[in-house]
T-cell receptor, first 114, second 114 residues
Framework: KNQVEQSPQSLIILEGKNCTLQ??????????LRWYKQDTGRGPVSLTI?????NTKSNGRYTATLDADTKQSSLHITASQLSDSASYIC?????????????FGKGTKLSVIP | DTGVSQNPRHKITKRGQNVTFRCDPI?????LYWYRQTLGQGPEFLTY????????KSRLLSDRFSAERPKGSFSTLEIQRTEQGDSAMYLC???FGTGGTEAFFGQGTRLTVV
């Protein structure tokens, strides 16, 4: 069964600090991995998308890493801002013959406090 | 705004009533997905369409749920005889092409069954 596990479940950090969120997956066959940011009551918005051959990808203060051998990914947020408070969801896509699915993690709820 | 539109944004209904949600995807996107998200959880896959064909349905999609995409453009998700357990955010997403292209999410419809 395809699964995506995220840790920690929740995190509180001070404004300006850095943090790293983790994602472990067992999804086969692997197509790509994405990190989404979901504000409360809103739909998820894509931050990064990484394919099998990519190790690191940055989007402003967000840097995602992928280790396809260990099936792990991380999302590093630098110099956090209050607006970073949201749930961060790791999503792994698989594409078999005639099928395509996204497997979502449960998310890490990040709270940035002043 | 991702370009995926969902209506209504909020729906409160009495147990036993039927409800219908609408999703308008990005116009050139051939794939459309429905997900359900309960509080504190990541989205769970319900079903997806390629053009007008419904290609996959999750076991979560009980016989009270039905989804359509009659002309390969907008989609509707109907829940009959709603139950309190149906209370959730219903998310729609769309993508173009096959394989691991990015899915864009709508803002969701928040259903509350009282």
């Amino acid at each position: 069964k395809n699964q995506v596990e995220q840790s920690p479940q929740s995190l509180i950090i001070l404004e300006g600090k850095n943090c790293t969120l983790q994602c472990n997956y067992t999804v086969s066959p692997f197509s790509n991995l994405r990190w989404y940011k979901q504000d409360t009551g809103r739909g998820p918005v894509s931050l990064t998308i990484m394919t099998f051959s990519e190790n690191t990808k940055s989007n402003g203060r967000y840097t995602a890493t992928l280790d396809a051998d260990t099936k792990q990914s991380s999302l590093h947020i630098t110099a956090s801002q209050l607006s970073d408070s949201a749930s961060y969801i790791c999503v792994v896509s698989s594409s078999g013959a005639g099928s395509y699915q996204l497997t979502f993690g449960k998310g890490t709820k990040l709270s940035v406090i002043p | 705004d991702t370009g995926v539109s969902q209506n209504p944004r909020h729906k409160i209904t009495k147990r036993g009533q039927n409800v219908t949600f609408r999703c308008d995807p990005i116009s050139e996107h051939n794939r459309l997905y429905w997900y359900r998200q309960t509080l504190g959880q990541g989205p769970e896959f319900l079903t997806y369409f390629q053009n007008e064909a419904q290609l996959e349905k999750s076991r979560l999609l009980s016989d009270r749920f039905s989804a359509e995409r009659p002309k390969g453009s907008f989609s509707t998700l109907e829940i009959q005889r709603t139950e309190q357990g149906d209370s959730a955010m219903y998310l729609c997403a769309s993508s173009f092409g096959t394989g691991g292209t990015e899915a864009f999410f709508g803002q969701g419809t928040r259903l509350t069954v009282v």
